[in-house]
């Protein structure tokens, strides 16, 4: 599956952004889809995932109350809705895949990357 990530930009602390990942490629369904994002200077970290059969969501709690991710199945498509921006929340932000159910909030527990968008949140 190939994955690709939109809908970052420039948004002042408290705004709201929502990005967009497209996978293309088939069984959409099949996959468990998460987000990553990664600040200057520091690893890539887990922020939000739905789960593959069952669409049971999971945050990292730095996010938990503030993004919502969802999945489109008619338009292949994952979201994150991120909302009450915080300076710290800016990042490069990924969204990843892997086959199934089996997963973890980790690199290496996802098979497949996008590109990643520039989210940039001024104070």
């Known amino acids: 599956v190939q994955l690709q990530a939109s809908g970052g930009g420039l948004v002042q602390a408290g705004a709201s952004r929502r990005l967009s990942c497209i996978a293309s490629?088939?069984?959409?369904?099949?996959?468990?889809l998460a987000w990553f994002r990664q600040a200057p200077g520091k690893d890539r970290e887990f922020a939000a995932a739905?789960?593959?059969?069952?669409?049971?969501?999971y945050y990292s709690d730095s996010v938990k109350g503030r993004f919502t991710i969802s999945r489109d199945s008619a338009k292949n498509t994952v979201y994150l809705q991120m909302d009450s921006l915080q300076p710290e929340d800016t990042a490069v932000y990924y969204c990843?895949?892997?086959?199934?159910?089996?997963?973890?909030?980790?690199?290496?527990?996802?098979?497949?990357w996008g590109k990643g968008t520039q989210v940039t949140v001024s104070s």
């Open positions: 990843a895949a892997t086959y199934g159910s089996s997963w973890s909030a980790s690199v290496y527990g996802m098979d497949y």
């Open positions: 490629g088939r069984a959409f369904n099949s996959y468990t």
């Open positions: 739905i789960r593959y059969g069952t669409s049971r969501t």
